[in-house]
C-alpha cells in the first residue's frame, strides 16, 4: 500500500475509523462492534475462520488524529463490511435495528423492481395503442400514403447503389511521349534545315514535369527517403526511376522554386506580424539548425550550420522594423531588431508551472494566474478594446508590476535568472493586449517547424554534399506550405514549377494578401 488516509465515519453515534489507501476504502473493525455493542474478541475469531473474509483481513497501525500513540487496527474492505454486520448473531438492539433496516432496504430493492417493470409493460402497451390509432388516421391521408411509397422508393433505390458502386483505381501506366526533328535539304541552295525540339527536351531519354513533381511530393510533403520513392515509382507507374534521379528532380525543383522563395522572404521582411522558431537536425552526421519565420499565410524556412543570430544576420540583416517579432526567450530571438517584440506566453507558462509544482512558489503560482487572466481577458476583447483599452488591461499590468518589484533574492537561482529575464523584456509580456493581429503563444511557429521533425524520423538525416538536400528542402517546403496556407493544391502548384523555367507569386490589388498563382515565364533561347 502506498497512500493511506485516515478518517472518521459515523455510525450509530460513535467515530469508525476508516483508511482510504489506492482508492480503497477499509473500515475498522473494533470500532463497529463497540457501536452495535457485540463482543469484539468472539466476532474477530469468527472472521479468522470466515472463507470468505479472513483473506480480506488486513492489520494497520495508523496514529489516529487526537490520540498520543499510534494504535493497531483490524480491517476489513468497505465491500465486505456491510454483509459481515448482517450476518452477526447477536442479541444486541444495536444489531437488531440494523438487520430490520437491511431487510426493508432488501425488499424496497427487489420490489420495486418487480413493480417497476409492471408498470413499464402497462406504459408500453398504452403507447402502442396510441400509436396504431394515429396510423390509421394517417394511411387515410392521400398525402401520406404518397410520402410512404417515395419513401420506399428511395431506400430501394439506395440499395441498389449500394450495390452496384464501387471506387477503383484503374492500373497506372506511365505515358511515353516520342518526339521526332525531320531535316529536310533546299534542292536549290542546298540548305539543311533541322526541325527544332519542344523546350526542356535536352536527352534522348528524360521523365517529364509531372514526374518530378510527384518525386517532390513524396520527398518533401510526404517525407519519403530515396529508397522507398523509387520503389513506389517501380510497383505503381512501372518507372524504373533511380534515386539519383529523384536527387535531380530535387534540384530541379529547388531551382525552380528560388524566385517565389525570395518573394516569400521579401513579404515575410515586411509582414505586421512574424514568429519564429527553430529546431535542430542531422546533416551529414554534423548537428545542424532549421529556422522558420512565418505569417498565417507566408512559411520562410532556412537551414544552417548555427542556432545564433548569425543566421538572422544573413537573411534579415536590417530585421524586422514594420513588425511585431512573436518568439520564444532564446537569446538571439530576443536579439532581433524589431518594431516591438512578443514573448511566447505557452514557455512562460510552462516555467512558471514548473516552479509552481517543484519549487512550491507562490510567486510562480501568483504571476501564472495573472497570465491566465491575460489570456482569457484576450478572448473577450473585440476590435474597438484595442483603441480603448478595458480596465483590466491596466490593472494586469500593475499586479505583475508589483511582483516583479518583489524581493527575490531568496529564490531559487532558477526562478531568479526567470524574474530578471521578465524585467529585462517586461514590454513585450503583454502586447497582445495592445494589437489585435499578435498572438499570445508562438504555437504556429512551432508547427512550422515541426515538419521537419517528422522527415527526420522517417528519412533520417540529410546527407547531401555542404547541406544541399537540406537546403533544398527548406526552398521547397516553404513554398508547399505558403501553398496550403493560401488553400491551393499542393500537387498542382508542385507540376506547374516542374513546367516553368521561372516561378512568381501575384498579389491581389484590393487586399494585397498574397495569392498562390503560378506564371510560366519561359526564357526562350536566345
Given at each position: 500500500m502506498n497512500k493511506q488516509v485516515v478518517k472518521f465515519l459515523e455510525f450509530k453515534g460513535k467515530n469508525i475509523v476508516y483508511l482510504c489507501v489506492n482508492g480503497t476504502y477499509w473500515i475498522a473493525v473494533k470500532p463497529v462492534c463497540e457501536a452495535i455493542k457485540v463482543n469484539y474478541i468472539q466476532q474477530y475469531k469468527n472472521i479468522r475462520v470466515d472463507e470468505i473474509l479472513r483473506p480480506e483481513l488486513c492489520v494497520y497501525t495508523i496514529q489516529v488524529p487526537g490520540a498520543a500513540q499510534s494504535r493497531r487496527f483490524v480491517f476489513l474492505p468497505e465491500q465486505l463490511i456491510y454483509g459481515w454486520i448482517f450476518s452477526i448473531r447477536s442479541d444486541s438492539a444495536e444489531l437488531v435495528q440494523y438487520k430490520r433496516e437491511c431487510y426493508r432496504v432488501l425488499y424496497e430493492h427487489f420490489h420495486g423492481v418487480i413493480t417497476r417493470r409492471s408498470v413499464l409493460i402497462k406504459e408500453k402497451a398504452d403507447a402502442r395503442r396510441k400509436r396504431r390509432k394515429v396510423e390509421g388516421t394517417l394511411l387515410e391521408n392521400p398525402d401520406f400514403i404518397e410520402m410512404t411509397k417515395l419513401r420506399a422508393q428511395e431506400l430501394s433505390i439506395g440499395r441498389k447503389l449500394r450495390e452496384i458502386e464501387r471506387c477503383e483505381i484503374d492500373e497506372v501506366s506511365d505515358l511515353c511521349i516520342e518526339h521526332r526533328s525531320h531535316h529536310k535539304i533546299c534542292p536549290f541552295c542546298r540548305l539543311e534545315n533541322r526541325?527544332?525540339?519542344?523546350?526542356?527536351?535536352?536527352?534522348?531519354?528524360?521523365?517529364?514535369?509531372?514526374?518530378?513533381?510527384?518525386?517532390?511530393?513524396?520527398?518533401?510533403?510526404?517525407?519519403?527517403?530515396?529508397a522507398r520513392i523509387t520503389r513506389l515509382f517501380r510497383d505503381f507507374f512501372r518507372l524504373p526511376v533511380s534515386e539519383g534521379s529523384i536527387d535531380n528532380f530535387l534540384e530541379n525543383l529547388r531551382n525552380k522554386a528560388r524566385s517565389a522563395y525570395e518573394v516569400i522572404h521579401e513579404r515575410i521582411e515586411n509582414s505586421v506580424v512574424v514568429g519564429s522558431d527553430e529546431t535542430g537536425c542531422r546533416v551529414n552526421g554534423k548537428k545542424h539548425w532549421f529556422h522558420v519565420w512565418q505569417t498565417p499565410l507566408l512559411t520562410f524556412i532556412v537551414a544552417f550550420a548555427s542556432r545564433g543570430h548569425k543566421v538572422i544576420e544573413t537573411y534579415f540583416k536590417d530585421g524586422f522594423h514594420f513588425s511585431v517579432y512573436v518568439s520564444d526567450c532564446w537569446a538571439s530571438q530576443l536579439k532581433v531588431k524589431?518594431?516591438?517584440?512578443?514573448?511566447?506566453?505557452?514557455?512562460?507558462?510552462?516555467?512558471?508551472?514548473?516552479?509552481?509544482?517543484?519549487?512550491?512558489?507562490?510567486?510562480?503560482?501568483?504571476?501564472?494566474?495573472?497570465?491566465?487572466?491575460?489570456?482569457?481577458?484576450?478572448?473577450?476583447?473585440?476590435?474597438?478594446?484595442?483603441?480603448?483599452?478595458?480596465?483590466?488591461?491596466?490593472?494586469?499590468e500593475t499586479e505583475l508590476d508589483k511582483l516583479l518589484r518583489t524581493d527575490f533574492s531568496k529564490y531559487h537561482t532558477k526562478e531568479q535568472a526567470f524574474i530578471k529575464r521578465l524585467n529585462k523584456h517586461r514590454q513585450s509580456i503583454f502586447t497582445f493586449l495592445t494589437l489585435p493581429d499578435v498572438p499570445p503563444d508562438n504555437n504556429a511557429s512551432e508547427r512550422a517547424i515541426r515538419n521537419v521533425k517528422v522527415k527526420s524520423k522517417v528519412s533520417g538525416q540529410f546527407r547531401n554534399d555542404q547541406g544541399r538536400g537540406a537546403d533544398r528542402y527548406a526552398i521547397i517546403r516553404s513554398v508547399i506550405d505558403t501553398t496550403i496556407k493560401n488553400g491551393q493544391d499542393v500537387y498542382t502548384a508542385l507540376v506547374c514549377m516542374a513546367k516553368c523555367k521561372k516561378m512568381r507569386y501575384l498579389s491581389s490589388d484590393t487586399n494585397d494578401k498574397l495569392i498562390v498563382k503560378f506564371l510560366l515565364i519561359i526564357k526562350k533561347k536566345s
Open positions: 526541325g527544332i525540339f519542344p523546350e526542356g527536351i535536352q536527352s534522348p531519354v528524360q521523365y517529364g514535369p509531372q514526374v518530378e513533381a510527384m518525386a517532390g511530393y513524396l520527398s518533401v510533403y510526404q517525407y519519403l527517403p530515396y524589431a518594431r516591438r517584440h512578443q514573448l511566447c506566453m505557452a514557455h512562460l507558462l510552462r516555467e512558471l508551472t514548473n516552479f509552481a509544482e517543484n519549487l512550491k512558489s507562490q510567486w510562480s503560482a501568483q504571476t501564472k494566474g495573472i497570465f491566465m487572466r491575460a489570456l482569457e481577458l484576450k478572448k473577450k476583447m473585440t476590435p474597438a478594446d484595442y483603441l480603448n483599452p478595458p480596465q483590466e488591461v491596466a490593472l494586469l
